[in-house]
């Protein structure tokens, strides 16, 4: 299982003080030393974090693959067309939100889907959507022309029971299977750390998971380099 490292939390902490560091962008750089197999970004509207900038730079610096999340707004898919990201992880977003809710409802925007995909691989950027761990979302996401989907594992990770965890982790599994008997990519995020992770090693169609919070929290304390390697490491199976 491949790891793609969310460096928004190193430009957080930038954010609170209105600093120049630290920089998600040298971050980019040591995560993929560290053995990470791709950098994402979540470019909001509010740029309460990642900013242009920060896009521009990381689309030039990165070596692995490069995935922009972005909401399906005209302002980001201009953004998105102008830098080439590899990959473009389209994601609901709320102003009030602190950290991204849920999954898509495509249904629900499927004409604007339909057109960002369409301008998206007129420039050959791939198109994952991130997705609820429910069927019918599969069968949408093929409909619309995406690539590859994320299955939000915030449910799973956020379960306390045991038989809640059970439960989601079933989900997301059943998901993983359809979406990859379809022809998708599939791949998880959303919560994820090195506990919770275990379990997702298990399905095999999962080919890559994305973390962000936990690492940079974890690299407070151990270096990032450090952290980035641990996972890694769990993703081995080493």
């Known amino acids: 299982m491949k790891l793609s490292v969310n460096v928004d939390h190193i430009a957080t902490i930038r954010e609170v003080r209105g600093e120049i560091e630290p920089d998600p962008v040298i971050a980019a750089g040591i995560c993929e030393l560290a053995g990470a197999e791709g950098i994402v970004c979540h470019l909001r509207e509010d740029r309460r974090h990642i900013n242009d900038r920060?896009?521009?730079?990381?689309?030039?610096?990165?070596k692995t693959k490069f995935d922009l999340e972005m909401a399906a707004t005209d302002e980001m898919l201009n953004i998105a067309l102008e830098t080439l990201p590899d990959l473009v992880t389209i994601v609901?977003?709320?102003?009030?939100?602190?950290?991204?809710?849920?999954?898509?409802?495509?249904?629900?925007?499927?004409?604007?889907?339909?057109?960002?995909?369409?301008?998206?691989?007129?420039?050959?950027?791939?198109?994952?959507l991130f997705i609820d761990p429910v069927p019918e979302n599969i069968d949408k996401a093929v409909e619309v022309g995406a690539d590859i989907?994320?299955?939000?594992?915030?449910?799973?990770?956020?379960?306390?029971?045991?038989?809640?965890?059970?439960?989601?982790?079933?989900?997301?599994?059943?998901?993983?299977?359809?979406?990859?008997?379809l022809g998708l990519t599939v791949t998880a995020g959303h919560g994820l750390n090195y506990l919770n992770i275990f379990p997702l090693l298990n399905i095999e169609e999962i080919k890559e998971v994305s973390i962000g919070h936990s690492i940079i929290s974890r690299a407070v304390f151990s270096g990032l380099y450090r952290s980035v390697e641990d996972m890694v490491k769990i993703l081995r199976k080493l």
Do not use: F
């Open 92 to 128: 609901p977003e709320k102003r009030e939100e602190l950290t991204t809710e849920g999954g898509l409802n495509i249904s629900l925007h499927r004409d604007k889907l339909e057109k960002v995909i369409d301008e998206l691989h007129g420039k050959d950027i791939l198109v994952s």
């Open 149 to 181: 989907i994320e299955i939000h594992t915030g449910n799973y990770a956020n379960a306390i029971e045991e038989k809640e965890q059970i439960n989601e982790l079933s989900k997301i599994g059943s998901v993983a299977r359809l979406g990859a008997e």
């Open 54 to 62: 920060d896009v521009r730079l990381l689309r030039e610096v990165v």
